[in-house]
């Protein structure tokens, strides 16, 4: 039997819930026509190094930490809808017969998989998607093909049971950021062949998605976010890591916080982006992205937009894919507003409801 990726049963309702470097995000969205609804959120923090790298090291720590939000979000929703990374995560596309049903479909691609995936077969979770007719031939489809090694989709599931949560779905990353996506598009000056950016800088990784008419065309992830300037806090004041988090989100620190620690950390944000952008044009016919969305927890940092924008010449914006949705009543306000460019993923997965 493949294993779910792409959850494509219609399984209503889920929370979304990402499991990040540094938290465990918990949404709930109801919808009503056209109106979407914030029912409940929550994010709680996970220790140092429980996610390294996006890969779960302490599954009874992140179990612990998804209990937790379950609880703070007061949510009644006991299924849940989770994301591996884009690195964890092959994509093919692949030509299959048109015509054939999930269950034919399905065999065949078990029969074939070998020549795509680099993995034993029973290492790894398969999952596809019927993308349309193949500009090769009427007769045939084009089918997504997507395979991750069975350990980390197994991982997260586990956590979840542990946390009595029932996984529903297990999604990829980047394509709970292209659902998101579609919230924020129509309040962008862009059209269906403007190449947009969305930079998602978050504890300890930085994912840069490329997309080109909501499709993502190009995805990237490195190893920086702002732990880095955590533990510059932690290294120049002499506090400890969970001192000087709340330092960096309190304030308070002395004055030289600014000009000595703070604005070079903006000044190699800005390095960072430039260096993913630079990655891509070299890897597709691209010399240019029409806007950049920062999105993750750093984005919303004071200045950074316009720092950006100023220094690489390019609309950016930070994401909100909550601005034209509704709040319920259990949900603080401010607070969703604060951590909304953080809540790309976990929103692309509560979205994963109306499929």
Same mark, same amino acid.
């Given at each position: ?18 499991? @990040? $470097? $540094?938290?465990?995000?918990?949404? !709930? ?10 029912? @409940? ?97 009427? !007769? ?51 059209? !269906? ?82 260096? $993913? ?6 890897? #597709? ?51 969703? $507003? ?14 994963? #409801?109306?499929?």
């Amino acid at each position: 039997m493949l294993g779910s990726l792409f959850g494509k049963k219609r399984i209503i309702p889920v929370l979304g819930l990402d499991i @990040s $470097s $540094s938290s465990v995000k918990l949404l !709930e969205i109801s919808k009503n026509g056209e109106q979407y609804r914030v029912e @409940s959120y929550a994010v709680a923090a996970l220790p140092p190094n429980v996610v390294v790298e996006k890969n779960i090291a302490e599954l009874e720590a992140v179990a612990e930490a998804i209990a937790k939000v379950h609880k703070l979000s007061k949510s009644k929703l006991k299924t849940a809808a989770v994301a591996v990374a884009g690195s964890a995560v092959i994509t093919k596309l692949i030509e299959m017969p048109d015509g054939l049903n999930d269950d034919s479909m399905e065999t065949q691609i078990t029969l074939e998989a070998d020549q795509y995936i680099p993995y034993p077969l029973d290492e790894v979770a398969i999952d596809f998607e019927v993308q349309g007719e193949s500009d090769n031939s009427e !007769e045939r489809v084009d089918v997504l093909l997507a395979a991750c090694r069975r350990e980390n989709v197994e991982l997260r599931v586990d956590a979840l049971e542990m946390a009595e949560i029932t996984a529903k779905v297990v999604d990829v990353e980047a394509y709970a950021i292209e659902r998101s996506f579609e919230l924020i598009r129509s309040n962008l000056d862009c059209d !269906e062949d403007s190449a947009i950016a969305i930079v998602d800088i978050g504890s300890t990784m930085t994912t840069l998605s490329v997309l080109v008419d909501g499709q993502t065309v190009y995805t990237r992830e490195q190893l920086f976010g702002g732990r880095q300037l955590t533990e510059e806090i932690q290294r120049r004041y002499g506090l400890s890591l969970d001192e000087a988090g709340l330092a960096k989100k309190q304030g308070g620190l002395p004055d030289d916080y600014e000009p000595e620690v703070l604005e070079p950390f903006k000044e190699a944000v800005v390095q960072q982006v430039t260096r $993913s952008l630079q990655f891509f044009f070299s890897s #597709s016919q691209y010399n240019d992205v029409d806007q950049i969305i920062l999105a993750g927890g750093v984005a919303s940092m004071t200045g950074l937009a316009e720092l950006v924008q100023d220094k690489l010449g390019t609309e950016t914006v930070i994401a909100n894919p909550f601005a034209d949705m509704a709040v319920g009543s259990k949900v603080d306000t401010m607070s969703l $507003s604060n951590d909304a460019p953080a809540l790309m993923i976990a929103c692309g997965l509560a979205l994963r #409801s109306f499929e």
